[in-house]
Every structure is written in structure tokens, then in C-alpha cells.
């Protein structure tokens, strides 16, 4: 320890951890283990995190269930499966490390008690997933997530690891060219708390809410991404989002890609089985961004349903199956749309569902800024690339959670305790910013800012894009983000001021809704979730590098990065 | 329709309640309706919430009366009665407040835990008493190199249990937690039940006993309106019972 302060709330931690969903309860139990003190500090209680909302499943070449010849899968498989859907962009040495550590780690979670579904064998079960050479996917039921997260949680919570909840963490706070902590207000009090660390790591998330049709909890505003750019981090590939094909028509919540592992198929207004049209050979488990283009596609020339959607239908694999393989999935269609998927089809259109981009870090997960890590959805250390599998995002944040947790161990005997004037004055300038705000004569709404946004997002930076709208898409972002300073909450309580947070959420969605504009549109070609009707094809001489986009004086600049190749070579991507 | 919504925060007498009229559209839901009332009418207004699709179990208040999920919880189907969940009478839940069912829904806090503001309750003693039963997985036999093996019709018994969200609204229904606020409570038992019942653990009667005291098992007066409130469907009275059973059992056999 060795580090006191006058100020009661000033924490000292040798690891502060931002974020308690999968990425960041791995984490913590990685840092509990290596006898270090850390904290974990969230918005919101961890079990509330958005990793409980995933469904269908990890991958991992278990190869318990065998291929359609008798093959058996391995890692180099995954790998191929991953750089293939990622249009290549993804970082070759990232997805190695990824898929090789695969089977480790869904055998760790069992080895903690996680209670995946078993094949008749006892093994745990594996099942088809989209743009997958193999039944690679392990899953429990369509509740991976949920399972998932509650078994990291039991096993932190033993630890007695000391957990920040509902804390927003407001800045990061630099000193000498390091980061050494952070700010946060404590949501219930209002009071601000200064955190000192020699090593922060982000584990926030993504930023799907900056979008109105989107799967994410409404929690998912980016506010790590945020705050990385903000002390100088720059994000990568942040234009690159993913639209899962099927959301439940109404309220966008995820119907499981397993839906269609499990035979479901997508029919179009007309009754026809529209996918053999656009993937001859994968048909409706092609990967998600030619999924979604393909039914944004049968709308927009008339073959959807008034409101826009298409039937997923599953009744044609019986009841039996639907209880005991996609209980999860029914009971949301029930719930939220009336429709019982054993008895008729159910409506579902596109909707944003992950960010592959995010905060640039290099292969162990470290930051250009000494002391900052990040890992999980809010990182980009690039093994999605320009489009994620389904499967892998739960892979990730189990993975990178613990790896760049070791990264941190070894790092960190390098790093002296900080100071704590710099954590001092940094939670004076929070307390000074939020009167400023909270003393503005009142202006336009929040939430209709915010509703402004997400529909924009939505509108020009959706599925299919163009040069011409997302110019003119940006030039309304930045309209917004002037507006930003006429913004006030009229409650002026500092106690569970949930108007206050999410003001300060929309600050950052803006900023990071101009940094997704301003990727798009450099980004002349269309390459995985990038479609842009100007420029249709991939365009591997021009693009196939890395988008960096980072602050400096208060403008976006953008860079670029080589993208590591290797094992295998980019090719054209055929389903 | 309106919406009547409990409102109290630190240095008020006695809490109110706010009314707020909006348009009862297909497919709004409780939690929808929250976010009319702070977007439209006062931004002060406090409730938790985070995923929106009835899985993540922070939105558990008390609405018309009943324990529910805020998010998962539609707004037409409760004004036509579709949604009514006959209780076992404790007293937060007695008709104190004036309301007309048919146009108004009352909107209320979870019981059993203190209010923080609004619709917030602290959590802290449910999650203190979910501590209390040592949920974390303890295998009977050191890690092998792959997988335990599991029996794929033992996992249905199990997945009754391991679906629980830990959202409290059984916890904000029970009248044994209303009477004896030391009582764990039917989510944490649910959750013993769950690590004794899984075939990988094999500490058997041991794990039962950390609830062997009377705050635990036998607390329990099979009301039975944790099961009906519950969003998931788990069944802590199952659970208890059975639990129960295996106590008595090997009291006798001793």
C-alpha cells in the first residue's frame, strides 16, 4: 500500500479493473490469484453486466462432435474460420492466440462449475454456428452468458475481491506519461471518489446504445471507449459494427444466432427461403454481415413484412427441441413479441449487435498510454477484424480477461506507486465540471438528444452506407455535440441522479459516434460490416490496414496500421 | 392510462405518489413507461435498469401489487387482467393505496429491502444472504486435464435452478421474509440447492447443512409465492422440500 490520503474518498488499488462483465470478472479472479489488490469498479452491479444477455455460445475445437466426413476440428480451423470472416482484417497473431487458448478455457469455466449442455456421452455439446466449418460451438442451452457470468462472479465473490458498485467512472487520470487511476461518482451519493492504481484496465463494453435498433442492454454507451480517446488513447477500426440478423421485430432483442444452428431458417413476405439466393452454400448460417445485408435487402425491394421484418421460423423443429435447446430464445418471443416460435414463425429484423472496434492495444493488451490495458468488446486487439463469428466474443472476453490480466502481473513490478496529487486534483476538476453543469440554465432535453443520435446512427451509419448520407450524418453529430454544452439536468440532486449519468453518457456516445463517421468514411471500400453502395468491393491495395483515430488538441486525426497477416492469405469471401 | 409511481427519497416524512398519463402502446412495457415518465415528465424519477429483455434481474419491483421484472412486464396485458398472480397475503402487499386497476398501474419498490430513492432498493442484505450459503462450485475430486463428464439427464433438474437471475422479486414476495427479516430467503436457498444437486460436487448432505439452522430450510411456511412471481420459473419450494427430506433423513439414519 503505502499510499494514504487526507481525502476519504481516495481508494488505493494496485489494479483497478473498469467493468464487471465476463472480461473483467476473469480478471479480477487472474489478479485475486496473483496475490496483487485490486478493485473492481462498474456502473452497475456485475451481474447486471451485458455478457449475461449472450446466448448462443463459445467456441472452442473441443472436436467433441465430429465434422460431416468424420473430420475432427482443431484450433487452425477456428483460426481459418475467424480470419475468413473477419474479411481478413483481423490480426492474425491475435486470432492464434485466441483459438489456441480456446479449449483451455471452456474446459477452465467447467472446471468452475459452469453447466454447459452435454452431448449423450457426457461431453459437453457443440453446435453449428454461423460462417463455421465445424459444430464448434459449446453451449448452455441459449443462456450461455448467463451461466457464464454467474459462474465468474461465484468465483470472485469468493475471493472476497472489493467490488465498486455503481460507480461511473468520469475520467482517467495521467501523471508523468502514465495513467495512474481514475474518477468516478458513486451513483447512489453523488459523491466523487478518486481511485489510485499502478495499472487500470478497461472492461467496459461495448457501444452498441449509440445506435437506436441494437441488441445491448441500455447500458452499453461506450464510456470506456470514451474515456480512453479522451486521455489521449486512440480507437481502432471503431467504423466497423456489427448488425446481428435477427432481432426481434418491436423491441431488437437478440433471437440467438443458435436458432438457426439449430435448423431455423429465415423466410421472406412471399414464403420463400430467400438465403440460398445469396449464400448457395452455407445458406442461413452464413456469417452475420451477409445475413443481415441479405434481409435488409428483401425489405428494401418489397419482400418484408409491413414495419420491416422477415420470419424466423423454427417450428419445423418441434417442440421437443425448442424446449430443451432455445427454452431461452422462446420465452423472449413469448414475452416481448406474443409469439410462441413452436407454434408460428417469429418476427425479426436486423439490429446493431457488437462493436468490433474499440480501444487500440497491441497483442498483450496494452495501450500506448503506460499503465492503461484494456480487453473484452471495449478493446480492439483486433481478432474480429471487419466482421465477429458468432461464438467468439464470449471466447474473447474470457480469454483476453485473464491474458491481459497476466500482462498486468508481469508489467507491473516496472511501475512505482503514484502520486496522489495528480487523483486529488483530478477529482476537484470532476466536482468543479458537474457544477458547471448542474448550474446551466436549462436547455433542450436529454433523452431527446439522445433519441436523435441513436435514430441518425441508425439511419446513416446502418447496414448499407454511402459517402453522401454519412457526410451529411456527420455534419449533424457535430451539430450535437455544440449542443451538448446547453444541456442540464433539472433535477439537481447529486444523489441517484440517473439524468446526470446519462448525460454524461451522451457526451461520450457523441464523441464516439463522430469517430465511427469519420472511419466510415475514409473507409472507401466495403469489407465485412462496412457495406457502402459508392464503393461495393473490398479494396485490399487502399484498405486492408487498420483505422486509428485518436484526440489530439481537441480534433479527431486520423491514422492507419498494417493489419498482421501470416497464416493465411486474404482471399475472395465466398459462403 | 396512468401510471402511479412511489416517490421518496432522504429527508422526506412520508413518500408520495406521482401520476403520469401516457398512451398504453402495443408492446410498452413497464420499464418503457418509467423512461416516458423521466423523459416527459421528471427527470428525478429513479429505477434500475440495465438489459431490457428479462435477463439480467435488476428491475424487480413491486407493480399492481406483485413482484415483477419492470422490463418484461407489459403494460396493456396487466390493464386487462391477463397478468393477475394470486398471492399469499404479507403486508406490503395490502391494498393501502387507492388505485383503479383499469386505468392506472401502481408502481411500487420491492419489499423487504430498503428504499434508496424511488423505485431503488439496497440490495445489500439480499446478496449478504446469498453470501451466506457459500455459492461457489467446490468439485469432489481435483481439475482433470478436460472436461468432468455429465450426465445429460441430470443437467434439466439443474437448469431449473442455475436459470435463477437473482432479481429478488421472490426475496420482495415472501411472507416469511416479511416476518423474519433474518430468514435467507427462497433465492438463496434455490442457490444451495442448485451446488447440492450437481453431480460434479459430490459433498452431499454437507452442503445442505450450511442452511441447516432456522433461518434456513425451516423457515420456510410453503406460502409458495416465490415460485408464482418468479420471472424464470425456478422452483425454491421444491427445493426446500426436497432439501428437507434429505435433513430428516439422515437425522433418523443417525
Request: hydrophobic fraction near 35%; proline fraction near 5%; aromatic fraction near 8%.
Amino acid at each position: 500500500m503505502g499510499v494514504a490520503s487526507t481525502v476519504e474518498s481516495i481508494h488505493y488499488h494496485d489494479v483497478i479493473i473498469i467493468g464487471g462483465g465476463l472480461t473483467g470478472l476473469r480478471a479480477a479472479l487472474q489478479i485475486s490469484n496473483s496475490g496483487l489488490s485490486g478493485a473492481l469498479v462498474s456502473k452497475v452491479h456485475p451481474l447486471r453486466s451485458h455478457s449475461v444477455a449472450a446466448q448462443g455460445g463459445m467456441n472452442a475445437s473441443l472436436g467433441n462432435v465430429p465434422g460431416d466426413d468424420g473430420a475432427s476440428d482443431d484450433w487452425k480451423m477456428h483460426a481459418y474460420d475467424t480470419v475468413k470472416g473477419s474479411d481478413y482484417l483481423a490480426d492474425q497473431d491475435a486470432v492464434e492466440k485466441m483459438c489456441r487458448e480456446a479449449v483451455a478455457t471452456v474446459y477452465e469455466l467447467e472446471h468452475m462449475g459452469t453447466v454447459w449442455s452435454r452431448l449423450e456421452n457426457g461431453k459437453i455439446a457443440q453446435r453449428p454456428f454461423g460462417g463455421a466449418g465445424f459444430p464448434r460451438t459449446c453451449y448452455a442451452a441459449d443462456r450461455t452468458g448467463h451461466n457464464a457470468l454467474h459462474t465468474l462472479y461465484e468465483q470472485v465473490l469468493n475471493k472476497n475481491f472489493p467490488f465498486y458498485e455503481e460507480f461511473f467512472v468520469t475520467s482517467l487520470v495521467k501523471d508523468k506519461g502514465r495513467c495512474i487511476g481514475c474518477t468516478a461518482i458513486e451513483i447512489m451519493t453523488g459523491k466523487i471518489h478518486g481511485f489510485i492504481s499502478k495499472a487500470v484496465l478497461m472492461a467496459t463494453g461495448g457501444f452498441g446504445r449509440i445506435f437506436n435498433r441494437s441488441t445491448n442492454a441500455l447500458i452499453n454507451t461506450g464510456d470506456g471507449q470514451a474515456l480512453a480517446l479522451e486521455a489521449g488513447v486512440p480507437l481502432k477500426d471503431m467504423e466497423f459494427v456489427q448488425f446481428h440478423p435477427t432481432t426481434l421485430y418491436g423491441t431488437n432483442i437478440l433471437m440467438s444466432e443458435g436458432a438457426r444452428g439449430e435448423g431455423g431458417i429465415l423466410i421472406n413476405s412471399q414464403g420463400k427461403r430467400f438465403m440460398e439466393k445469396y449464400a448457395p452454400n452455407s445458406v442461413d448460417l452464413a456469417p452475420r454481415d451477409v445475413v443481415a445485408r441479405s434481409i435488409e435487402q428483401e425489405i428494401r425491394e418489397g419482400r418484408g413484412y409491413d414495419g420491416g421484418y422477415v420470419h424466423l421460423d423454427l417450428t419445423h423443429l418441434g417442440s421437443d427441441r425448442i424446449m430443451e435447446r432455445l427454452p431461452g430464445i422462446r420465452q423472449i418471443a413469448m414475452d416481448f413479441a406474443g409469439v410462441d416460435p413452436i407454434k408460428e414463425p417469429v418476427p425479426v429484423q436486423p439490429g446493431q449487435h457488437y462493436s468490433m472496434g474499440g480501444i487500440d492495444v497491441d497483442i498483450n493488451g496494452s495501450t500506448i498510454l503506460p499503465g492503461l490495458y484494456a480487453a473484452g468488446e471495449c478493446a480492439c486487439i483486433s481478432v474480429h477484424g471487419a466482421n465477429r463469428l458468432g461464438g467468439n466474443s464470449l471466447l474473447e472476453t474470457v480469454i483476453f480477461g485473464r491474458l491481459v490480466a497476466d500482462t498486468i502481473i508481469k508489467d507491473i513490478n516496472n511501475f512505482q506507486i503514484p502520486d496522489i496529487l495528480p487523483v486529488e486534483s483530478a477529482v476537484n476538476d470532476v466536482e468543479f465540471k458537474i457544477k458547471e453543469v448542474m448550474g446551466r440554465e436549462k436547455g433542450a432535453n436529454i433523452f431527446d438528444v439522445k433519441d436523435e443520435m441513436t435514430e441518425l446512427m441508425f439511419q446513416k451509419f446502418g447496414i448499407f452506407r454511402n459517402g453522401q448520407t454519412m457526410k451529411k450524418g456527420l455534419n449533424e453529430i457535430l451539430k450535437m455535440e455544440n449542443k451538448l454544452s446547453e444541456l442540464t439536468p433539472n433535477n439537481k440532486d447529486l444523489a441517484v441522479n440517473q439524468t446526470l449519468i446519462q448525460f454524461l453518457e451522451l457526451e461520450g456516445m457523441l464523441k464516439i459516434a463522430e469517430v465511427v463517421a469519420r472511419g466510415a468514411i475514409k473507409r472507401k471500400e466495403s469489407r465485412g460490416s462496412h457495406m457502402r453502395t459508392d464503393h461495393p468491393d473490398r479494396d485490399d491495395k487502399n484498405f486492408l490496414k487498420h483505422t486509428i483515430i485518436g484526440l489530439e488538441d481537441n480534433n479527431l486525426n486520423i491514422n492507419y496500421k498494417p493489419v498482421t497477416l501470416g497464416m493465411f492469405e486474404p482471399k475472395e469471401r465466398v459462403y | 392510462m396512468k401510471i402511479k409511481v412511489y416517490r421518496y427519497h432522504d429527508g422526506m416524512k412520508n413518500p408520495r405518489y406521482d401520476t403520469f398519463e401516457l398512451e398504453p402502446k402495443p408492446g410498452l412495457t413497464i420499464l418503457g413507461a418509467l423512461f416516458q415518465f423521466q423523459q416527459n415528465f421528471d427527470d428525478s424519477i429513479a429505477f434500475h435498469y440495465s438489459c431490457r429483455g428479462a435477463v439480467c434481474g435488476t428491475c424487480a419491483m413491486l407493480i399492481n401489487k406483485v413482484p415483477r421484472l419492470a422490463c418484461r412486464t407489459q403494460v396493456a396485458s396487466l390493464l386487462n387482467g391477463d397478468l393477475k398472480i394470486p398471492l399469499s397475503p404479507y403486508h406490503a402487499i395490502e391494498e393501502n393505496i387507492e388505485w383503479d386497476n383499469k386505468e392506472e398501474v401502481l408502481i411500487e419498490p420491492l419489499p423487504h429491502l430498503p428504499v434508496i430513492k424511488d423505485l431503488i432498493v439496497d440490495m445489500g442484505k439480499f446478496f449478504e444472504y446469498y453470501k451466506d450459503i457459500e455459492p461457489v462450485f467446490k468439485p469432489a475430486d481435483s481439475t482433470p486435464e478436460k472436461e468432468r463428464l455429465m450426465d445429460p439427464d441430470s443437467i434439466p433438474e439443474l437448469e431449473l435452478y442455475t436459470n435463477c437471475i437473482l432479481c429478488a422479486a421472490c426475496f420482495g414476495s415472501c411472507p416469511i421474509d416479511d416476518s423474519d427479516p433474518e430468514y435467507l430467503g427462497p433465492a438463496a436457498l434455490a442457490k444451495l440447492y442448485r451446488f447440492y444437486i450437481d453431480p460434479r460436487e459430490e459433498n452431499g448432505i454437507e452442503r445442505l447443512k450450511i442452511a441447516d439452522i432456522p433461518r434456513g430450510w425451516w423457515d420456510c411456511k410453503f406460502h409458495g409465492n416465490c415460485r408464482r412471481v418468479c420471472p424464470k420459473d425456478v422452483p425454491p419450494l421444491i427445493a426446500i422440500a426436497k432439501a428437507r427430506e434429505q435433513l430428516e433423513k439422515e437425522g433418523e439414519d443417525r
